[in-house]
């Protein structure tokens, strides 16, 4: 995850900072960071100008409404950003800048009048408007600060990116207009729909790539000359304003169901992760999974899966974990004795893991919860199986590896003690505990996200608070009143919560180390605006492949072949639905991937019977294998500079690490159970014996299929045993009763075979 590009004071001002010599970012190939100087200093705000009305409209809260006779929210927000111009004036006055103080002031100024138009709450329409129009403006500076050279080019890439930001304020000015003259368009709207949707396309060829923007534009050509082709391609054709006005207003196009999910649950849940990063939680999950995991046989490839499954409670970002941990993960495991390779095939494999990995799994999963319209805690529910079986296979497949090449784990006095570090930091996990309770406990993934982010700012600035307190006994009172104080709040509303947050900001203004936090949380709002760009800028423009589909109705084209070959034979479509989504997620990312393959191809699966979940799971996991998966394989490629191989090297080890993750859909398809879903005939101890059943019969075969590929297990398996192993595996994965009594013993045979005579291996698990 990206770091903020500037140490800020609490007056804006950079002091110190060197961004342009940060890594690269391997999901956009840009430095981490907003750069250099006062363009640098100026986005950065932005960012958390951004980040702020993210904020303040997930959080719903009428900015507008009395909490006291006279005042409400935005007289206190108002009176906040005046009271930084005068201390940016004042800073000036001593010998400071005032163009730096300026730069922080204007953005929050802006960000709070945006807010102010709509106070009761932001109409769901603006609210998506402003969004892109933040990212295409984000998107467009940032690319400037970094890409481009020259004064003249640099103000380009900053006049596009605010260019595309006065789209968004567009619609937020004339609403009200532009819903009245609905169907209607005038000639300035036409004008702004087009520059939208041509800004968007360069936003994103810039930060994103070229193939993206282009699978895009084919769809939009379509709409425009399609009309042209021949039988069943064509459609009745569309003039130029009907396409601009489904495309760029309304919600059928650029602003629909992925941009509004983008703009509400992902936004929330990045910034949660962001915050989770700085208090610290990444540390504590690589501590504990050091102290848990790192004596074991292979241990420190162990601690990889372990710490990365645990990141991937909090962050769904698989790319993003890439980077955070493989560099210590990585290299790590060089050290132990792995190839370059397979370190980096598990870096990259369990990394992406981290999408399917409950409570926060990947931006796709909200999307799929909202498209599909059921609860956000029944995706999770149908994720804890496969994702069990996904980490369980990495796991398996890395003490294998260790023990084919004799690999042992570390000495016990040099990793930490797992006790003292939950007594310790137990703390940090508060918030993500709070948010599972609140998933599980029926409330909406929006209340869950902003309640676990205010507890987490409360969690930060309360240590901050602390710190600064001498006496064990005032401490204990302390925590023991915060503790009270937020429980309470919980049970009020989330307005309560923020309440408590806005205690301890002003108990943290006067000592410098809680400044020092403040600053800390102002960045964790930067932070999590950066990386909301990749994900938001796909979500926004993949919305031009939903409104061709919705508009000429070209889905159809493609399901009715699918359910062609559908009715001959299910798993020929399953088969090409798995080869059209990792060819598509060769070149683009999963949340596009998942949102074309699945309006396309999941509608069909479920005309064949496949479940609704399962169907889009299905969708949803060859996303996922798409990056790990050669030629492209983003994940592996991320991995590879840490490993210092060749991504291809690296995707091929992935793949073998990663097998699970493509038999496991096939199995669900067949058996929904593994997803936790209903199936009819079954209830009560009859469902749960069929779901510890085919659990039981995926944990077996994702056993042998370890032993196949690695070609070891206490000791090293010739070609025959590896084979049979294979063929059970495969007879598992196959429905019917025969097909698993005849897995279950062929298995168990070649297990015989194999292991009769071999004395029980001395290292731990």
């Excluded at 399917?356 to 799994?361: A, E, F, L, R, Y």
Aim: proline share 6%; with cysteine.
């Amino acid at each position: 995850m990206s770091q903020s590009p500037v140490n800020i004071d609490l007056a804006g001002h950079a002091v110190s900072g060197h961004p342009d010599t940060a890594p690269v970012d391997p999901e956009h190939g840009l430095p981490a960071g907003f750069g250099a100087g006062l363009p640098g200093t100026l986005l950065f705000w932005i960012a958390v100008a951004f980040g702020m009305f993210q904020i303040v409209t997930a959080f719903g809260i009428p900015i507008d409404k009395n909490f006291v006779p006279g005042v409400d929210i935005l007289l206190l927000m108002r009176l906040a950003v005046l009271g930084l111009l005068g201390r940016a004036v004042f800073v000036a006055a001593r010998g400071g800048s005032l163009a730096a103080g300026l730069a922080m002031v204007v953005p929050l100024a802006v960000g709070v009048e945006i807010l102010a138009r709509f106070g009761g709450g932001l109409p769901s329409q603006v609210l998506r408007t402003v969004h892109v129009g933040f990212l295409v403006f984000i998107a467009g500076a940032l690319f400037a600060n970094h890409r481009l050279a020259g004064p003249g080019a640099k103000a380009l890439g900053w006049l596009l990116g605010l260019a595309g930001f006065g789209v968004g304020l567009y619609q937020w000015f004339y609403y009200i207009d532009l819903v009245n003259r609905a169907g209607d368009l005038t000639t300035l709207d036409l004008g702004v729909g087009i520059a939208g949707i041509a800004l968007l396309f360069v936003a994103c060829w810039a930060y994103l790539g070229p193939a993206l923007p282009i699978v895009a534009a084919t769809f939009l050509a379509y709409t425009l000359f399609g009309h042209l082709l021949p039988a069943p391609l064509n459609h009745r054709g569309y003039d130029l304003a009907q396409i601009v006005e489904h495309m760029a207003y309304g919600t059928e196009g650029i602003y629909s169901t992925p941009t509004a999910v983008s703009a509400t649950f992902i936004f929330l849940f990045i910034l949660f992760g962001a915050f989770m990063e700085r208090a610290g939680v990444i540390d504590f999950f690589n501590d504990i999974s050091m102290a848990v995991f790192g004596d074991k046989q292979g241990g420190p490839g162990k601690v990889c899966v372990a710490s990365s499954a645990l990141m991937g409670t909090v962050s769904g970002s698989g790319v993003a974990n890439v980077v955070a941990s493989g560099q210590f993960t990585i290299p790590l495991m060089k050290r132990a004795g792995f190839s370059a390779a397979f370190a980096g095939g598990v870096e990259a494999t369990s990394s992406m893991g981290g999408q399917i990995m409950p409570p926060v799994m990947g931006a796709v999963a909200f999307i799929m919860a909202e498209t599909i319209d059921v609860p956000y805690s029944k995706i999770v529910e149908a994720a804890i199986i496969p994702a069990l079986l996904y980490f369980g296979a990495c796991y398996w497949a890395v003490h294998l590896e260790a023990g084919r090449k004799g690999l042992h784990g570390l000495p016990r006095d040099q990793l930490p003690n797992a006790r003292a570090l939950l007594r310790e930091k137990w703390f940090l996990v508060a918030p993500l505990l709070v948010l599972v309770a609140l998933l599980f406990g029926g409330y909406t993934p929006l209340f869950a996200g902003a309640v676990g982010l205010a507890l987490t700012a409360a969690m930060m600035m309360a240590t901050a608070v602390a710190t600064g307190l001498s006496r064990q006994a005032v401490r204990l009172a302390f925590w023991i009143g915060f503790a009270l104080l937020t429980a309470w709040s919980m049970t009020v509303s989330v307005a309560a919560v923020l309440a408590v947050v806005a205690l301890l900001v002003l108990a943290n203004l006067p000592r410098r180390e809680g400044r020092a936090m403040l600053a800390s949380c102002v960045e964790a709002m930067a932070d999590g605006a950066r990386q909301a760009l990749p994900v938001g800028l796909a979500c926004a423009l993949v919305g031009i492949v939903i409104g061709t589909m919705t508009l000429t109705g070209v889905g159809s084209i493609f399901g009715n072949w699918l359910v062609g070959i559908g009715k001959e034979s299910i798993i020929a479509a399953l088969v090409m639905t798995m080869i059209f989504s990792l060819i598509l997620g060769m070149g683009i990312p999963t949340i596009p991937n998942y949102i074309i393959t699945s309006s396309l191809a999941a509608p069909i699966l479920l005309k064949l019977d496949v479940p609704l979940i399962v169907s889009h799971m299905f969708v949803f996991y060859f996303g996922i294998m798409a990056d790990l998966t050669p030629p492209v394989a983003l994940a592996a490629f991320a991995a590879a500079p840490m490993a210092k191989e060749s991504g291809m090297k690296i995707g091929f080890a992935a793949v073998g690490i990663a097998l699970p993750g493509f038999i496991v859909p096939y199995m669900a398809v067949y058996d929904p159970q593994l997803m936790l879903q209903p199936v009819a005939g079954l209830a009560g101890l009859s469902y749960w014996g069929a779901v510890a059943w085919v659990a039981a019969k995926a944990w077996v075969a994702v056993g042998l299929w370890g032993i196949a590929a690695v070609g070891h297990w206490r000791r090293p398996w010739p070609a025959w045993a590896r084979g049979l192993a294979t063929a059970a595996a495969f007879l598992l994965v196959v429905p019917g009763v025969w097909a698993d009594i005849a897995g279950y013993a062929l298995g168990a045979a070649v297990l015989w075979l194999m292991l009769r005579g071999t004395p029980r291996a001395a290292s731990p698990a």
